[in-house]
């Protein structure tokens, strides 16, 4: 993806104050991004102002806010900003590796509340749960994992667990290891997924030959694998 760098005055977006370069501390209290969050919640700002948050601070003639829609419009989306690839990122103009980190961190947490979430939570007892646990994990991996979703005997979530990385296309599974994982945490059950970071869900006779190793009688396991697209 080609990044283009606009002009900062000419970024612009809906409900972006007019500042006239105007240092974010000389705002009403009402337009300041961390004001308006601690009176009306993280969901009354808009992406740009949660950005900035995190951000902390703008470039030269400009604030954070103004950082915050410049880097949108130069990814294209909110997204498309937090999944790119580290050079990629760091090619877009005011995003160092300062704030690359906290974006991923911020990124990271997100993921693992939703995760703490489901372990102290409702069982994943139904193909849509699962799905959407794993969208929440696995969607914007640029390159293919394999893993393991450990359940208890209510179906409750005891570890997720990213087994094998492989590259774009393809990933290396060992299916003694899969079935040495489950055992030593005692999982009553498991889901095991991967993702298609190609897009491409047909199943492939390597994906077979795993299901078979880990679902066989050689295995003594009992596992339904399906594929969930």
Same mark, same amino acid.
């Given at each position: 993806?080609?990044?283009?760098?606009?002009?900062?005055?000419?970024?612009?977006?809906?409900?972006?104050?007019?500042?006239?370069?105007?240092?974010?501390?000389?705002?009403?209290?009402?337009?300041?991004?961390?004001?308006?969050?601690?009176?009306?919640?993280?969901?009354?700002?808009?992406?740009?102002?949660?950005?900035?948050?995190?951000?902390?601070?703008?470039?030269?003639?400009?604030?954070?806010?103004?950082?915050?829609?410049?880097?949108?419009?130069?990814?294209?989306?909110?997204?498309?900003?937090?999944?790119?690839?580290?050079?990629?990122?760091?090619?877009? @103009?005011?995003?160092?590796?300062?704030?690359?980190?906290?974006?991923? %961190? #911020?990124?990271? =947490? $997100?993921?693992? !509340?939703?995760?703490?979430?489901?372990?102290?939570?409702?069982?994943?007892?139904?193909?849509?749960?699962?799905?959407?646990?794993?969208?929440?994990?696995?969607?914007?991996?640029?390159?293919?994992?394999?893993?393991?979703?450990?359940?208890?005997?209510?179906?409750?979530?005891?570890?997720?667990?990213?087994?094998?990385?492989?590259?774009?296309?393809?990933?290396?599974?060992?299916? @003694?290891?899969?079935?040495?994982?489950?055992?030593?945490?005692?999982? %009553? #059950?498991?889901? =095991? $997924?991967?993702? !298609?970071?190609?897009?491409?869900?047909?199943?492939?006779?390597?994906?077979?030959?795993?299901?078979?190793?880990?679902?066989?009688?050689?295995?003594?396991?009992?596992?339904?694998?399906?594929?969930?697209?």
């Amino acid at each position: 993806m080609t990044i283009s760098t606009p002009d900062l005055a000419l970024v612009t977006g809906p409900g972006r104050p007019d500042t006239g370069g105007m240092s974010i501390r000389n705002w009403l209290p009402a337009e300041r991004p961390r004001e308006k969050l601690m009176q009306h919640g993280a969901q009354s700002l808009s992406n740009a102002e949660l950005l900035a948050v995190f951000i902390r601070t703008g470039q030269r003639g400009g604030t954070a806010v103004d950082l915050a829609h410049q880097l949108l419009a130069q990814f294209g989306s909110l997204r498309e900003l937090l999944c790119a690839e580290r050079d990629q990122a760091l090619a877009g @103009r005011g995003l160092g590796p300062a704030r690359y980190c906290v974006l991923q %961190a #911020a990124l990271e =947490l $997100a993921r693992r !509340h939703y995760r703490e979430t489901l372990q102290a939570g409702p069982a994943l007892d139904c193909p849509d749960t699962a799905r959407g646990f794993l969208l929440a994990q696995l969607r914007d991996r640029p390159y293919e994992v394999f893993c393991c979703l450990h359940l208890d005997t209510r179906h409750r979530l005891i570890a997720f667990e990213e087994l094998f990385r492989g590259t774009i296309d393809g990933a290396s599974v060992h299916p @003694r290891e899969v079935v040495r994982q489950t055992l030593a945490r005692n999982s %009553a #059950a498991v889901i =095991l $997924a991967h993702n !298609h970071p190609l897009c491409c869900i047909a199943v492939s006779p390597p994906r077979h030959r795993v299901t078979r190793g880990t679902t066989g009688p050689g295995a003594g396991l009992a596992l339904d694998g399906s594929t969930l697209p």
